[in-house]
Structure formats: C-alpha cells, structure tokens
C-alpha cells in the first residue's frame, strides 16, 4: 500500500532548525511533485514549498529564504529543511505527492515554535 510518512517534527526556540522527512513507499517516486503544507489551528491549509520530479522548487513568500526543499529519489525520501523558525510557524506540516492520477498525502507532524 503506497504511503507517505512524515518525522522530524518537535518542540524549538525561535531562531532555531527542524528538517522534515517525508518517506514515501510508492515506485516512480522520482516521476512526483512533492508539496509540503501546513495548517495551524482555525487556518485553512497552507502551501508551504513544492519540488517538482526535475528538482525546480518554489515556496510561499512566508517562508522563503529560511526554508529548503530537496529530495532524494534514491532513497523515496523528500525533505523540508527550515531555518530562523518563528512562532508563526507553529502547525502541523504534511507532505503531499502526486503525478498524474495518483494523489497521497502523509499523516502530518507537529512542529511548535516556541520559547
């Protein structure tokens, strides 16, 4: 059964660095779009970064320039890396992968910001 499961979630002082994995099960992983999003408590879920099967990326203005985004086909694995964390980042991040018909979404992690 294809999945994805996101770690590396947890409690940092702002100003602090968390990455995020995101392992995914499915073949062809190389050929999807990998999305990370997040949805804090009462807010809509949000787009955070996107890395296409090529390795173009794009991310929100909110987090650009303190988060990266990467992958590793080799090992079915996506990754969020996130610098100079704010309060404001506090949500539960989820991965997302699609191509063509197929559409998964991980379970979430939680990553709190706070001092």
């Known amino acids: 059964q294809e999945q994805l499961v996101e770690s590396g979630g ?3 002082q702002p100003g602090g660095s968390l990455r995020l994995s995101c392992a995914a099960s499915m ?3 190389s050929l999807y779009t990998v999305d990370w999003y997040r949805q804090a408590p009462g807010n809509q879920r949000e787009l955070v ?3 296409a099967s090529g390795g173009d990326t ?3 203005n909110s987090v650009k320039g303190r988060f ?3 992958r590793d086909n080799a090992k079915n694995t996506a990754y969020l890396q996130m610098n100079s964390l704010k309060p404001e980042d506090t949500a539960v991040y989820y991965c997302n992968a699609h191509w ?3 559409n998964y979404w991980g379970q979430g992690t939680q990553v ?3 001092s």
């Open 112 to 114: 709190t910001v706070s």
């Open 100 to 102: 063509i018909v197929y």
């Open 68 to 70: 990266t985004i990467s």
């Open 58 to 60: 794009n991310y929100a």
């Open 10 to 12: 947890g409690l940092v």
């Open 49 to 51: 970064a996107t890395i």
């Open 27 to 29: 073949s062809r992983f």
